[in-house]
C-alpha cells in the first residue's frame, strides 16, 4: 500500500535532504514523495529531481489542505521567525481536517524547560502537536556542520560561530536528513519518540584545525560572543523578536548555562544503522568547496 508523505521546506537545505533520503532508499519504495514549494521555480526543480511537487506557502493558509490532502505522515519544517506559531497552528488544523496521521517536526535541542524564545517556540509546537492527538515523532538537532559559513562569512577558508569559545555538539544535515527518512519510512516505530541529533562535540578552534589538515590549507576562525549576534542577524533583516531568542539563547550556551548543547548522542547510529558523519569526513566531502 503506497503511503504519501508530505515534506515542506522541500527546497532548501534539510527538507532537500530529507527527500533524497526517502528516494534513495530501497525499503522506501512503497511510499510517494510530495515536495512542498512556494514558487513555480521550485516547483519545476523539485519536479526535475522526480518528486511531486505541490503548491504550499505558510503565508497562504488556503495552500494547505490541497497540500495535505490524502497524505499520510509530514515532514514540518517552519521559518525562522515568530510567525512559526501561527504557521505551525494553522498547518495543524488544516493536517487535522485532512486526517493526517503522524507529524516528524523539525525542533532544537534544548531543556524541557528552557526559558528562550527560538527554543521554547519549537517546544510549544511540539506539544501542540501531541496535545491534537498526531503520531509524533520529534527531531531535535543541535548546531548543523554547514551553518560555519552559512550567511555570516562569505569566505570559504573561513568558519564562524557565536558562542565564544565553547564546545558544543554538531550533526550533519545529510544525518538529520537519514534520521528523517528513517521516521518517515516506518512512524509507527518512532511514535512518541523525542531524537536528539548531536554527534560530535567540538569547539571552533578544533574544527578550524580539521579543516586545516584536510585541506593542507590554513583556515581561519572566528569565535566571535553571542553578544555579536543580534545586530548581525538585524541586518540582515532577520524578524526582531526570533533574533533576540536566538541570540539570547546562544548567550547562555555560551555561558554555560545550557550544558545539552556540549552533549553528543547517539542517535543517528541507533536509528539508520551506520556511523554518524564526523568532522572530519564532512570536510573531506566537501574539500572542494573550502579550498
Known amino acids: 500500500m503506497t503511503a504519501r508523505i508530505l515534506v515542506t521546506g522541500s527546497t532548501g537545505t534539510v527538507g532537500g535532504a530529507t527527500l533524497r533520503a526517502l528516494k534513495s532508499d530501497a525499503e522506501a519504495r512503497h511510499l510517494e514523495l510530495l515536495g512542498a514549494a512556494r514558487s513555480e521555480k521550485g516547483m519545476s526543480r523539485l519536479r526535475d529531481e522526480g518528486f511531486t511537487p505541490v503548491a504550499f506557502d505558510f503565508d497562504e493558509p488556503a495552500t494547505m489542505r490541497p497540500a495535505l490532502s490524502g497524505v499520510d505522515a509530514v515532514f514540518l519544517l517552519t521559518g525562522y521567525s515568530v510567525d512559526m506559531l501561527v504557521h505551525s497552528k494553522r498547518f495543524l488544523d488544516a493536517a487535522k481536517a485532512e486526517g493526517v496521521r503522524h507529524i516528524v517536526h523539525l525542533g532544537a535541542l534544548a531543556p524541557e524547560d528552557t526559558p528562550f524564545a527560538h527554543f521554547a517556540w ?3 509546537v511540539e506539544r501542540a502537536i501531541q496535545a491534537m492527538g498526531f503520531g509524533w515523532t520529534h527531531l531535535r538537532p543541535n548546531f548543523f556542520m554547514d551553518t560555519v559559513w552559512n550567511g555570516f562569512v562569505h569566505r570559504p577558508d573561513r568558519v564562524v560561530h557565536f558562542v565564544g569559545d565553547q564546545r558544543v555538539s554538531w550533526v550533519a544535515s545529510d544525518d538529520m536528513a537519514a534520521v528523517a ?5 516506518e512512524p509507527a516505530r518512532h511514535a512518541d519518540k523525542i531524537y536528539p541529533l548531536a554527534s560530535e562535540s567540538l569547539t571552533l578552534a578544533e574544527i578550524a584545525d580539521i579543516l586545516s589538515q584536510v585541506t593542507g ?12 549576534l543580534l545586530p548581525i542577524l538585524q541586518r540582515q533583516g532577520a524578524e526582531p523578536l526570533y533574533a533576540a531568542g536566538l541570540a539570547d539563547g546562544l548567550a547562555a550556551i555560551e555561558h554555560g548555562e ?5 552533549e553528543s548522542f547517539d542517535t543517528v547510529e541507533t536509528i539508520t544503522g551506520r556511523k554518524a558523519v564526523g568532522w572530519r569526513e564532512f570536510a573531506e566531502a566537501r574539500k572542494h568547496q573550502i579550498v
Open 258 to 262: 545550557m550544558p545539552i548543547a556540549c
Open 181 to 185: 527518512a528513517a521516521v518517515l519510512r
Open 217 to 228: 590549507k590554513p583556515v581561519d576562525y572566528r569565535s566571535r560572543p553571542a553578544s555579536d
Open 122 to 124: 519549537h517546544q510549544l
